[in-house]
């Protein structure tokens, strides 16, 4: 197993490598203009350049701020819409038919509503990030609830379980692979949410950072940025909810 961990490991280093020398190797030859396609030299300079004066740490931090309030709340609203969903037959046919046809829209349609309601402030992004990644978090529990095996819900009901045991005993550690997959899916979403908002306004954030690289013509500045937001994006996914992920699903006894 190590063996393989390894070799994979070897493999996708490589692999970046081979990315970095063709990226360098395609800027070396001038085939276009330095400013719409950057060397990773420069980006990489830029990088330790942002870095050391602050800029790329400071506006990392307000990101990471706005998305722990916008993605805890919509935790905590996706899986308790879910598991109202997920056991109440009226609500799923009128709220969750809402829910549904909501979660179609892409996060940047909740824009213009957001500065309606909100104006140009805080409030506007945490309510994107919300309403990007709470819908599908609600949709993913709701569907583990309903996929539980009627089996256990009649054995629990049969030895009293209802109410609150019901749901702490039987529902919720029932469904928690599919809460699990929801929430992996809901940060993807709460994250592209984040950088839609921090995009339109001066907030910044790393979208702000990103915006202000399109607006100086800085295109080493516009690549660092999407570097460090792709690779946030990647780390809290692979250090958190993919290994939340494996574990559960080991315990479940789901894994391979």
Not at 136 to 155: D, F, Q, V
Request: hydrophobic share 55%; charged share 15%.
């Amino acid at each position: 197993m190590k063996k393989n961990n390894h070799k994979s490991l070897f493999l996708k280093i490589g692999f970046l490598a081979l990315v970095m020398v063709i990226w360098e190797a395609l800027s070396l030859m001038h085939i276009w203009d330095d400013f719409i396609f950057p060397s990773p030299v420069n980006v990489i300079k830029d990088l330790v350049a942002g870095i050391g004066e602050g800029t790329y740490i400071t506006a990392i931090l307000i990101s990471m701020k706005r998305i722990a309030i916008g993605f805890g709340l919509a935790m905590a609203g996706g899986v308790g819409l879910g598991l109202l969903l997920g056991r109440s037959k009226l609500a799923e046919d009128t709220i969750g038919t809402l829910v549904l046809g909501l979660q179609t829209l892409p996060s940047i349609c909740w824009l213009p509503l957001a500065l309606l309601w909100f104006g140009l402030n805080e409030k506007a992004i945490i309510f994107i990030i919300i309403i990007g990644s709470m819908l599908s978090i609600s949709i993913a529990t709701m569907s583990g609830i309903k996929n539980i095996h009627p089996l256990y819900l009649r054995a629990a009901q049969t030895f009293g379980a209802k109410g609150y045991k019901l749901y702490s005993k039987v529902i919720i550690p029932a469904s928690i692979p599919s809460i699990i997959t929801g929430l992996k899916q809901g940060w993807s979403f709460a994250w592209r949410s984040l950088m839609a908002g921090e995009l339109l306004y001066i907030s910044l954030g790393l979208g702000h950072i990103l915006m202000m690289g399109r607006e100086l013509n800085d295109i080493n500045q516009v690549v660092s940025a999407m570097l460090i937001i792709m690779l946030i994006a990647m780390v809290i996914d692979r250090l958190i909810f993919s290994r939340l992920e494996t574990m559960v699903y080991k315990r479940w006894g789901l894994a391979n």
